[in-house]
């Protein structure tokens, strides 16, 4: 697989634990961004662990990696828009997620997830792995 693609937590968090399938899809890709919140709760999550220097240290290691994808004021407009649509549709999903979406449809990359929710956001290109 080549190109750009932008993961969700659950999959930088199934990569640490060393799953063959994210592992092999992410061999050849030219670029891997990370959504600041994505950032965020993978601090959390390091922060939160009995590892927590030795989580601190990989993951940090990982994000530097990347391109990381920061929240802007045109990241604000898609966030009102399709926080709006989901609302109208009765299908919230959670705050973080929102963002993530958000900056992902700003940037118009595919998101990498193994979260069904994100499927019922429109103009969103989501990858289920």
Not at 27 to 43: C, M, Q
Not at 45 to 70: G, H, M, P, W
Request: proline share 5%.
């Amino acid at each position: 697989m080549n190109g750009r693609i932008s993961l969700d937590t659950n999959i930088v968090i199934r990569l640490f634990k060393n799953d063959p399938l994210i592992i092999k899809r992410l061999t050849n890709l030219s670029a891997v961004y990370l959504p600041t919140p994505v950032i965020a709760e993978l601090i959390f999550t390091a922060r939160n662990s009995s590892r927590q220097e030795e989580n601190l240290k990989t993951y940090n290691e990982f994000i530097d990696a990347c391109k990381v994808l920061n929240i802007t004021r045109e990241t604000a407009n898609h966030y009102s828009l399709i926080r709006l649509k989901l609302k109208q549709k009765g299908r919230p999903i959670p705050e973080n997620d929102l963002w993530i979406a958000s900056i992902c449809t700003e940037h118009n990359l595919p998101l990498a997830t193994g979260d069904a929710h994100f499927d019922n956001i429109e103009g969103l290109k989501v990858l289920k792995w």
